[in-house]
């Protein structure tokens, strides 16, 4: 009984150290080195999304429908990682310009509903010119 209780403490530890990426077409692929998402340690972390709609490759609308769009881009990301936004425990917001904050906090709370996970939100350029917001997650897988 100890020798299975001692191999299964080191088989957690030892995936604990895995790390995959997560690929999918159902939100932009990434325009640089880095992964759309990586699991590790029985978390997602997902990289920042902007409103880019994957299918166009485009970025439109005001904050509210920036925000909407890049939600749902992180929401495919972390389905695809089989997890989802309701298993979200930190996000990080960053708004072109900080007065946007009650429109994106408007939308925002509609997809964190039950127990929305800590926030941190800054004034901060996205890096693609159209981008008035970006968000990137950790959840738990």
């Known amino acids: 009984m100890k020798l299975a209780l001692l191999v299964s403490a080191v088989l957690a530890v030892a995936s604990s150290d895995v790390k995959q990426a997560v690929v999918t077409k159902d939100a932009p692929l990434p325009s640089g080195p880095y992964s759309q998402a990586i699991k590790a340690g029985g978390f997602v972390f997902v990289a920042g999304q902007i409103a880019r ?7 439109q609308g005001d904050v509210k429908a920036q925000t909407e769009r890049t ?12 997890s989802g936004l309701d298993r979200a ?5 960053s708004l072109r310009n900080i007065n946007d904050f009650q429109a994106m906090n408007e939308v925002y709370a509609k997809f964190f509903t039950s127990v929305p996970p800590a926030r941190t939100t800054i004034q901060a350029a996205p890096p693609n010119e159209a981008a008035l917001v970006e968000i990137d997650v950790i959840a738990l897988q």
Not at 53 to 59: E, H, M, Q
């Open 89 to 93: 425990v930190k996000t990080t917001v």
């Open 71 to 82: 939600l749902k881009n992180l929401s495919a990301v972390l389905a695809a990682a089989g």
């Open 53 to 59: 709609d994957p299918a166009t490759g485009k970025v």
